[in-house]
């Protein structure tokens, strides 16, 4: 049996002959909330962009298995909305929405990519289409509401407040029905208190079967949430392990500190 | 071979003109980003103010190298008051207002100062008065290069010198270079951010009249609408060498003025146009970001 | 106080027109006759030019201060909520309009028709660009090729062949479409203002081709004795025959309509707001980018093919004058000045731009010199556009989740 869903073998990303990322291996399991740290500059968002098609690998192996038992499936080389649609879905550190649609649209959107509506449908509006885009709504909805957005639902994504534009790209993703779910940096610029709320969520969405692979800096966050963690530090793997072991990592205390 | 040297150095002489109007553009992008749609007639405006001034001067009897001197000066000055003054009733008001914006008010600046001559001066081609005497050493190689073309490119040579100094060592370029950069630092550090794009329009403003007056002595005849065509290829040219940097839009424009060259020179001279866009637009087909643009790295 | 604050006011409109003489002063007093060998000084038009600067930058800075004080530049919601009232009324102001649309070539002359109908071909237009600039946020200044791509294919295709018009109709806008995705193609991977570019050397080039291509276009001197439209198989006097134009053009608004409107909240067209909004995002939520941007190119240039073909049969003749690089700039300009992705803004924005020139005739050669300053003013004064484009608000009607 298998229980990998991520297996990611000498990935190497080189930018003008600087490697950002440096024979780095590792691999995801099934289920588990999982955590990338490292100190800034490290390589942990050129890590996410490689994963999700972004960037090109130079060299290495990105292997996606969409379930148990199921055949691998090679995300290098995909373009980035073919990986989406495997299954990888992602939110971004620096927010990116579309500030000009509703809060509810910004949702629609990453609904894109289940649902099938041609020009066709979308001129002649036959049920298909009509019975899809009601689809569209009520999920988008109901995963605002579990937010804990639907107050919102029409207000424009670039006027809500900062919290909840980090909440809308979880919903975003969500709605594209990820099997593997990566946060860049999902409590960045919040309060202890929102801090929690996002916590919690993390939490509850991992209940569901979601396997998070998430970056962050709130090592409260990462320590009480994850059960894996990865350190890495000028593009390589340092240390991996569970929080315990990283914690009284030598490696890790190093790179954090500074020898 | 004999024939080659001279499509040689007639493709120089255009690039040489592209580069004086292209460097306006490719500032003025550099600093605030948008496409300066009216430049190509301050480059027109440039060239009938010489006409005016070198004819009256030349009607009042002065001597030719008075006459060219005064008459460059003056293009030079009211064109670059005219970059100002665009600039300050067209751009300037829409500083941040989206993005098309200033386009369109650039595209209506445009076919405004196009009318405005149009209507000022005349709708028909004027003959330019001859500025450019027969040098006598050039006799020698007259089959390959007429004395214009040499004229042309000194000219060139010595303003792009000035520019570049100005740019390198002035307080004013530095604050230019440093305006480009980052606009809100440079602000921050006390650069008068208008002040700066204001100087950069009449710098631009000034090059490209130069460029105007003396295409039009090479030329011999100048119109009203002289400005678009002449704009779009310095445009391209800019773009061609990656828009924003100042030595490529020296390079784009070499290049393109090379290639219209020999190809309406060996191919036909019908499709000198198609040449150029063409070629701009394999250009960025495969280096999408000009020749020498930096490589845009899409920071996630 | 206001005396003083007068006294400055006054001095610094008095320093604008001294600037503006200076400004004007060699193309506007000087002119020379090179033949006569005279210099003609024309010092009225100083006087001229000193006045309206005075004048016109008391006025400006009168508009500027009454406009600042409150809003800065930014989102004007205001406007578009004057013209969209309550859905009742808004239903019955379309309605009016339609009467008054259909209506028009029975009060109005054969030439305000004629006028009207060109109006209602930029409405079209505007329509089809604001697809691929409003909504997929591509900036295309070579939009006018689709439209001489559409136009010629009728001019040859009924030259050649005598194909007629209702026959060549879809086929101009097919051309086109394919001709969209062929510029579309190579450049997928440019941004903004490259993109820009390489649209307007496309436009120029195309031009270029058919004014240089003697034995494929008759290069400039262009095609003439197209087919009017048929009316099943019936010959049109000319006034029948601009009637008929005219309703034929009412007709593809009311249908360009219908589609926009039905594809801007569709899958297809929110794709294409985001696409716009941001390209990254858009990626990594699972869009196409590579089949976004064509169909938004391909939609984009059909239309301008299929008014392309109007166009050819209602002047019964075209050569490449027709499209230059000034068409695409209204075209554009109609775009913009609606408020990008407005279907209303751009039907307005077309209005103003086609009409206004039109009965600006009156001021014969200072018309275009008109048309620039009011494209400027408009920028200055309203740079988001008339109408601010809204989303769709939804209303979650039945609860999705009925059994707890």
Known sequence: MNTTILKISGLSVSFGGILALDNLDLDIKQKEIAAVIGPNGAGKTTFFNCLTGLYAPSAGEILFYPGRDAEAVSLKGMKPHQITEKGVARTFQN???????????????????????????????????????????????????????????????????????????????????????LLDEPAAGMNPQETLN?????????????????IEHDMKLVMSLCQRIFVIDYGRKIAQGSPGEIRSNPDVIKAYLGA | MHYFIELFFSGLTRGAIYALIALGYTMVYGIIGLINFAHGEIYMIGAFTSYIVASVLSLYGYPLFATVIIAGAAAVVWSGAYGYTVERLAYRPLRRAPRLSPLISAIGMSILLQNYVFLAQTS???????????????????????????????????????????????????????????????????????????????????????????????????????????????????????????????????VLGLTESFATGYVSSDYEDVFAFTLLVLILIFRPSGLLGKKESQKV | ???????????????????????????????????????????????????????????????????????????????????????????????????????????????????????????????????????????????????????????????HFHWGFWTVLPIGGLIAALFGVLLGFPVLRLRGDYLAIVTLGFGEIIRLILENWGEFSQGPSGISNISRPGFFGLELSLDAAI???????????????????????????????????DEIACEAMGIDKTKTKLTAFALGAFWAGIIGVVFAAKTTFINPASFTFLESAIILSIVVLGGMGSIFGVILGAFILILLPEYLRALAQYRMLAFGILLVLLMVFRPQGLIAPGRRAYFITKKPDPET
Not at chain 1, 198 to 214: K, N, S
Not at chain 2, 188 to 198: D, E, K, M, P
């Open chain 1, 95 to 181: 927010i990116r929405l579309f500030p000009g649609m509703t809060t509810l649209e910004n949702v629609m959107i990453g609904r894109h990519c289940r649902s099938r509506a041609s020009i066709l449908g979308a001129l002649f509006r036959n049920a298909a289409t009509r019975r899809e885009e009601q689809e569209i709504i009520d999920t988008s909805y109901t995963i605002l509401e579990r937010v804990g957005l639907a107050g919102y639902v029409n207000e424009l994504a670039g006027n809500l407040p900062y919290g909840a534009q980090r909440r809308l790209e979880m919903a975003r993703a969500l709605a594209a029905e990820p099997l593997l779910l």
């Open chain 1, 198 to 214: 996002i916590m919690e969520l993390i939490g509850e969405i991992a209940a569901d079967g979601l396997t998070i692979l998430l």
């Open chain 2, 124 to 254: 028909d081609f004027i003959s330019f008065p001859k500025l450019i005497p027969d040098l006598p050493f050039m006799d020698r190689y007259a089959d390959y290069l007429g004395s214009s073309d040499v004229v042309i490119l000194f000219t060139t040579l010595i303003v792009m010198g000035i520019l570049t100094f100005i740019i390198r060592y002035t307080r004013i370029g530095k604050a230019m270079r440093a305006t480009a950069q980052d606009s809100t630092m440079a602000m921050l550090v006390g650069i008068n951010v208008n002040r700066v794009i204001s100087a950069t329009f009449v710098i631009g403003s000034g090059l490209a009249a130069i460029g105007g007056m003396l295409i039009a002595a090479h030329i011999g005849q100048i119109n009203y609408y002289i400005g678009f065509l002449a704009g779009i290829k310095a445009f391209t040219a800019a773009v061609l060498g990656g828009i924003g940097s100042i030595p490529g839009a020296v390079l784009g424009s070499l």
């Open chain 3, 1 to 159: 106080m206001p005396a003083c604050r007068l006294y400055q006011e006054l001095k610094r409109s008095l320093l604008v027109a001294l600037w503006f003489i200076f400004l004007t002063f060699p193309l506007m007093v000087v002119k020379v006759d090179l033949v006569e060998r005279v210099v003609h000084w024309r010092w009225k038009n100083m006087l001229f030019v000193g006045l309206a600067g005075f004048f016109f930058s008391f006025l400006g800075r009168w508009i500027m201060q009454r406009k600042n004080p409150g809003k800065a530049l930014g989102k004007g919601t205001a406007w578009s909520l004057r013209f969209c009232p309550d859905p009742k009324i808004r239903k019955i102001l379309i309605v009016l309009l339609l009467c008054l649309a259909v209506a028009f070539p029975q009060i109005f002359s054969s030439y305000q028709t004629t006028i009207m109908t060109t109006a209602l071909m930029y409405v079209v237009l505007g329509l089809g660009l604001n697809i691929v600039v409003g909504m997929a946020g591509l900036l295309d200044l070579g939009y006018v090729a689709f439209y001489a791509v559409g136009a010629y294919s009728y001019a040859l295709l009924n030259y």
């Open chain 3, 243 to 277: 009637l008929y134009i005219y309703y034929l053009m009412l007709a593809f608004v009311l249908v360009a309509i219908f589609i926009v409107g039905r594809l801007q909240h569709s899958r297809l067209g929110r794709a294409w707001i985001a696409l716009r909004e």
